[in-house]
């Protein structure tokens, strides 16, 4: 009986959902006040009941209930209560659930902390969002529902996919989904805009905290994704470029250029219908990503059990979200105001720049992941596209936006002196070029080009954020002046040159491992040594080893460097009792300048074992690097800023008519 | 649609082939830059078994016969091009993951150029016309507007009308 | 009007890729099907044993002459099995002579497989090491090609074949390459 409860909870927050999507709406257009108080509580409802859902699943996995389809697939007693958990999102129909929870928990967190904001903004908003839950519930309902039984009930479970079982999956596609539905709020918000026709700077301060949650999430969940792969695949690597990594690239990359166009939108109620048609693209580009994953159009590593039923529904879904939100904008974005003027030279001008480079990437990812599909379907032959033309095509454009970075963030809006950057960025512009230029020398790299051109590069991003902090303070006093900056206005500051530290170190990480990286292949016997990088690998052999739903066979390494032991690596080759492919557990030595990497292969006999080494300097950072980028997002917003907007907006919550009617339209955008 | 899904899964019936003790420890060079031109191009190569992995990463046993192959190529002499040359007559463009520069593969290799450029010029006319407009006499409204946004930077939105 | 349309850019762009997607979407679109190079080209040289004979050897020139089909085929395969029957009946029909290219298979096995289940071909060329099927691109069995009188391959299914294919896309294409001669 209890699945069928999770299955009515859906069934009603669908209900909800359809009442929140046209009932505050139109409340909002009538100005009827009950109406649209109405988007609260729906709000919380749906909560309620897809929170109600979940926990029957999840439940459903522990108490190993194999008469639910989805459960009796992906379940298994001997699972561990940890991966019972996770593979509730461990596939389609589960992950789809995730997806409906989280949404509905970002819609009452908009409830939540929308206290100040004009009701008939927070109606349109809420019934936005319940517009796509309405769409996820209806693909759940309708063509994946987790809660389908099945008879006669099996024994026992087929087990959720080996690869899943790890700690590090386990949370990643609930960040990353966190990352993903976040940016329906800033969606949300832009539709509410364009309905009401008020598009100004309160919307940009309305939806900036909201994207900057949403795009810190999608960075730690991407980080994490790719984490999860350097030490779960075996193979060394940290991004692989497939459709999948790239689907999630790509609403980053448009959610990095919506935060920094919403900053000029805020500040200076420029670039409107760029921003608005920034917000509309990274959720849109979200959405395009599951529908990638789901329907079996693309080969990808991690494709869910494709069904091209499913493709076609979210296809349908696709065009109603993304093509009604872009056929809104088509009619009212002419009317949006142009907003402030600036001169060419301003930080108007180089955030336009990283809005612009940012968006080539984000184009040329989708066009290469959908270019097998585009060749076939115009019929000029079939063709591959992989990490090396995606490496050729980052290589070329990414350096220009870390040297946008340094200039963008010391510029002034509206106009800044180019005699006032050069003598600003003179000196960093100097050191950066004379340490890009040292790396080249023979006892470093050695003439490579790219080794002094990444770390150039991330000179350049140190250096020139220095220099800007060092302007910032010079009418502060001091340290103290600095410490009464964090704890004041300036913590938004501080994140984005925390943000872009973790740029700077991310190019060093990159730079470091794919220039210095050694990988090796071999064959050992147990008491063979290799030696790469200065560090001898001691195989002592492989051993069995019971694993509470696999055996694994388990390499053991010594690891020293000038005789000295430093590590102990137990990588391991698992096979897992249900699904019998073999997966590969990595032992990894992880220190901050380099990681040291086992990989076992397979058994040649006589105890023999191939295997790779790899030595990976500075990989660490790609990762850290994530990391500081997310505490800068954070930081940002804890700026007081958003705290008082709040209770700002309150004062000002009349809807100004603002540049809603064609005549007062003179845009020069 | 049924034909697609039973393709499928008669492909991934295809790749539980026999499998071989796949390593690449046992091709030595005793060229380093052999080795190393050896191991780029079964990383570039995509297997055609496990579709989503490399030549060197697969274990099917047709990847193993092509490793096999192109190292005997690559020992007798021949070099990277000639390697891609081979497997392009077999298997078409579509087993290089480093799609070849030619008439076809323009749009894929100067499309992302071409977009930049695109941007580029509608990014730079409009700056000239934010740069311009403020030569030009503001009308009251934007006037007003400026005032706004002058006076109250932090806060600025459009004036009311 | 032109500031009216620019923001209709954005939606033609989705139109575009929506267009696409759908095209995806067809049954018939199969992002793992690699098309031959081969079609046209002649059948690449190959001199092996007979699976039935190891003493006789076979080459590509042997088989010049007469429209043929080349059917790449392994007791180790499960979908040839499932399309053996199929082959079976096609052989029955007598309408184009079947080649069998036992890919890397064991002899004593493929023997007892023809045995068993009928042997719908004019002959089989053994090829142990698949150094051939290689030659030849098979990435997968089973795959059958179609060779005109020329040796000139003229059409490759990859993949079991079906009856509908045979009747419908097979058989057209054989007599068709027979009239030509």
């Not at chain 1, 720049?353 to 066009?367: E, K």
């Not at chain 2, 894929?108 to 030569?135: C, D, H, M, N, Y």
Request: aromatic share 12%.
């Amino acid at each position: 009986m209890i699945p069928e409860i999770g299955h009515y909870a859906l069934i009603l927050a669908l209900s909800l959902a359809i009442i929140q999507a046209i009932v505050p709406l139109a409340g909002s257009y009538t100005n009827t006040h009950s109406w649209m108080a109405l988007s609260r509580p729906l709000v919380w409802g749906q909560l309620l009941f897809l929170t109600l859902s979940t926990a029957v699943l999840a439940n459903a996995f522990l108490a190993n209930d194999f008469s639910v389809i989805y459960v009796a697939q992906h379940g298994n007693t001997k699972l561990p209560d940890l991966y019972k958990i996770s593979a509730v999102w461990g596939a389609h129909e589960g992950s789809l659930l995730l997806w409906a929870f989280l949404l509905a928990a970002w819609s009452a967190a908009i409830a939540l902390f929308s206290r100040n904001l004009p009701l008939p903004v927070v109606a349109r908003v809420l019934s936005v969002m319940g517009m796509i839950s309405i769409g996820f519930l209806l693909f759940l309902l309708l063509t994946s529902n987790p809660f389908d039984r099945t008879f006669p009930v099996p024994f026992e479970g087929r087990e959720l996919n080996p690869m899943l079982q790890d700690p590090g999956l386990a949370i990643h596609p609930p960040l990353l989904y966190m990352g993903y539905v976040g940016f329906s709020v800033a969606f949300a918000f832009s539709i509410a805009a364009l309905l009401g026709g008020k598009l100004d700077a309160s919307w940009a301060r309305w939806s900036r905290p909201w994207t900057t949650v949403a795009w810190v999430f999608l960075t730690v969940g991407i980080a994490l994704g790719s984490w999860w792969a350097y030490y779960e695949l075996g193979w060394g690597g940290w991004w692989f470029w497939d459709p999948v990594e790239n689907a999630s690239l790509m609403p980053w990359l448009i959610g990095t250029a919506l935060m920094h166009s919403l900053a000029v939108t805020e500040k200076r109620g420029a670039f409107k219908s760029w921003t608005v048609l920034l917000a509309l693209f990274a959720f849109s580009l979200s959405l395009l990503g599951t529908f990638l994953v789901r329907s079996g159009v693309l080969t990808s590593v991690h494709s869910f059990a494709s069904d091209p039923e499913r493709g076609v529904f979210i296809l349908a879904f696709l065009l109603i979200a993304i093509g009604g939100s872009l056929l809104l904008y088509a009619w009212r974005a002419p009317y949006i105001s142009g907003g402030g003027r600036f001169d060419l030279i301003s930080r108007e001008t180089f955030l336009l720049g990283n809005n612009l480079l940012l968006s080539v990437l984000a184009g040329l990812i989708l066009l290469g992941t959908l270019a097998p599909l585009i060749y076939d379907a115009m019929e000029w032959g079939k063709i591959s596209v992989g990490f090396p033309w995606f490496n050729k095509m980052f290589v070329l454009l990414t350096p220009f936006l870390a040297l946008l970075m340094g200039v963008g963030s010391i510029s002034r809006w509206k106009h800044t002196d180019a005699s006032f950057l050069v003598k600003q960025l003179k000196v960093a512009f100097i050191i950066s070029m004379v340490f890009g230029l040292l790396t080249l020398l023979p006892m470093f790299s050695g003439g490579n080009l790219m080794v002094g051109l990444g770390m150039g590069l991330a000179m350049w991003v140190v250096t020139s954020h220095l220099v800007n902090v060092k302007e910032r303070l010079k009418h502060k006093a001091g340290f103290n002046g600095f410490l009464r900056d964090l704890s004041g206005g300036g913590r938004s500051y501080y994140g984005m040159i925390l943000a872009h530290m973790g740029v700077a170190m991310f190019i060093v990480g990159v730079t470091m491992v794919s220039n210095y990286g050694i990988e090796q292949d071999i064959r050992m016997s147990p008491g063979d040594t290799a030696d790469i990088a200065g560090y001898e690998f001691k195989f002592e052999g492989v051993s069995e080893f019971p694993g509470p739903n696999y055996n694994a066979h388990r390499g053991r390494f010594l690891i020293s460097k000038d005789g000295k032991q430093i590590a102990i690596l137990l990588p391991e080759k698992r096979t897992y009792f249900v699904q019998t492919r073999p997966m590969t557990e990595a032992g990894i030595d992880w220190g901050l300048t380099r990681d040291l990497y086992v990989s076992l292969g397979e058994s040649l006999g006589g105890g023999d074992w191939s295997m790779r080494l790899y030595y990976k300097p500075y990989i660490r950072w790609i990762w850290i690097a994530a990391i500081f980028m997310g505490l800068g997002g954070l930081l940002a917003i804890s700026d007081r800023r958003y705290r008082t907007a709040r209770k700002r907006a309150s004062s000002t919550s009349t809807l100004a008519a603002g540049s809603s009617t064609p005549a007062a339209a003179e845009s020069h955008s | 649609m049924f034909v697609r899904i039973f393709l499928l899964s008669l492909f991934f019936l295809i790749s539980v082939t026999p499998l071989s003790a796949a390593t690449l420890a046992d091709y030595t060079f005793e060229d380093a830059q052999k080795a190393a031109d050896f191991r780029n191009v079964i990383e570039e190569m995509r297997c055609l078994v496990c579709q989503n992995e490399s030549l060197a990463g697969s274990n099917a046993e047709l990847a193993v016969d092509l490793r096999n192959e192109i190292f005997d190529m690559m020992t007798a002499g021949q070099d990277k091009d000639d390697v891609i040359q081979f497997m392009v007559a077999r298997y078409g463009d579509f087993v290089l993951y480093d799609p070849p520069m030619k008439p076809s593969t323009y749009p894929l290799w100067f499309g992302p150029l071409f977009l930049l450029l695109i941007g580029a010029v509608l990014l730079i006319r409009a700056l000239r016309k934010k740069s311009v407009a403020q030569e030009t006499e503001l009308s009251d409204n934007e006037q007003q507007r400026l005032d706004t946004l002058l006076k109250q930077p932090s806060d600025s939105k459009d004036a009311k009308k | 009007m032109s500031r009216y349309l620019r923001f209709l850019v954005p939606l033609a762009i989705f139109a575009v890729i929506a267009a696409f997607l759908f095209k995806g979407l067809d049954e018939n679109y199969n992002p793992r099907a690699i098309p031959s190079p081969l079609i046209g080209k002649p059948v690449p040289e190959f001199s092996l044993p007979l699976l039935e004979q190891p003493d006789t050897q076979i080459t590509n020139k042997d088989l010049l002459g007469k429209v043929y089909l080349l059917n790449v085929w392994a007791t180790w395969c499960v979908s040839c099995r499932a399309e053996h029957e199929t082959l079976v009946q096609l052989g029955r029909m007598n309408k184009v002579d079947i080649y069998g290219l036992n890919w890397k298979d064991d002899r004593v096995a493929a023997q007892a497989w023809l045995r068993q289940l009928g042997n719908p071909y004019a002959a089989n060329i053994f090829d142990k090491k698949g150094r051939t099927a290689i030659d030849l691109g098979v990435y997968g069995a089973p795959e059958t090609f179609l060779v005109d009188a020329q040796g000139i391959i003229r059409y490759k299914h990859a993949g079991p074949v079906s009856p509908d294919l045979i009747r419908d896309k097979i058989l057209p294409m054989v007599a068709e390459l027979k009239k030509k001669g």
